[in-house]
């Protein structure tokens, strides 16, 4: 069974850092993109940031970029993202994606999903 698994969610103050993790199973997804989104209370889930295959591409959203980097490591199927100058506007359940062709922005075109890990950024 294919499996997405987060990890290394938490409780950070305002200008910390996290480092997220994405393990998959079941399956290599080293032939396809790999995406984070997150979804704060309330809100709509939205786009963070994408890495292409072999990771030769990456994409943000404006309102992350130059703070949060993609990585991915295909010997570990995994992808991880690490954020830095955290803010509390970041507060949200952050999810990883797999298996698109292309490391688009449009959350349909990822097949596979985790399940979350929460990250909460406090004043």
């Known amino acids: 069974q294919v499996q997405l698994v987060e990890s290394g969610g938490g409780l950070v103050q305002a200008g910390g850092s996290l480092r997220l993790s994405c393990a998959a199973s079941?399956?290599?997804?080293?032939?396809?993109?790999m995406a984070w989104f997150r979804q704060a209370p309330r809100k709509e889930r939205e786009f963070v940031a994408a890495?292409?295959?072999?990771?030769?591409?990456?994409d943000y959203a404006d309102s992350v970029k130059g703070r949060f980097t993609i990585s991915r490591d295909d010997a570990k199927d995994m992808v991880s993202l690490q954020m830095n100058s955290l803010k509390p506007e970041d507060t949200a359940i952050y999810y990883c994606?797999?298996?698109?062709?292309?490391?688009?922005?449009?959350?349909?075109?990822?097949?596979?999903w985790g399940q979350g890990t929460q990250v909460t950024v406090s004043s």
């Open positions: 079941g399956r290599t997804f080293s032939n396809y993109a």
């Open positions: 994606a797999a298996g698109s062709v292309s490391a688009t922005r449009e959350r349909r075109a990822y097949g596979y």
């Open positions: 890495i292409s295959w072999r990771g030769i591409n990456t």
